[in-house]
C-alpha cells in the first residue's frame, strides 16, 4: 500500500516562504514521476511542480516559475516543494502525487497567503 504524508503548510504573508515535504512509504524510485497539484476552493485541481524520479527532470505551471522549486532525496525516499515570494493567490491545499502505473495521492496541506 502506497502511502504519502505531506507536511509543512501553514499560514504565511504575501512574500513569504514555505517548504512543504512529501514522504512516501517506500523507495520512490519505485515511481516514474512525483509531483505536487493543487485545489483553491471552487476551482479544479491545477499541476504545480513535476519530477522524473529517473533523472530529476522537472516541470513547472507557468504560474509558479522562478519562485517554486521542487526537489527529491532519494535517501529519505521524500520530495519537496520549496515557496517562494508566495501570493494569495497561490491559497490551496496542496496534494502530493506519485505516478507508476497509476496515480497516487496524500491527504493534502493547506497553504493560507494572506497578511
Known amino acids: 500500500q502506497v502511502q504519502l504524508v505531506e507536511s509543512g503548510g501553514g499560514l504565511v504573508q504575501p512574500g513569504g516562504s514555505l517548504r512543504l515535504s512529501c514522504a512516501a512509504s517506500g523507495s520512490i524510485f519505485g515511481f516514474r514521476a512525483m509531483g505536487w497539484y493543487r485545489q483553491a476552493p471552487g476551482k479544479p485541481r491545477e499541476l504545480v511542480a513535476t519530477?522524473?524520479?529517473?533523472?530529476?527532470?522537472?516541470n513547472y505551471a507557468d504560474s509558479v516559475k522562478g519562485r517554486f522549486t521542487i526537489s527529491r532525496d532519494n535517501a529519505k525516499n521524500t520530495v519537496y516543494l520549496q515557496m517562494n515570494d508566495l501570493k494569495p493567490e497561490d491559497t490551496a491545499v496542496y496534494y502530493c502525487?506519485?505516478?507508476?502505473?497509476?496515480?497516487?495521492w496524500g491527504q493534502g496541506t493547506q497553504v493560507t497567503v494572506s497578511s
Open positions: 519530477i522524473m524520479t529517473s533523472d530529476g527532470t522537472t
Open positions: 502525487n506519485a505516478f507508476r502505473t497509476q496515480h497516487y
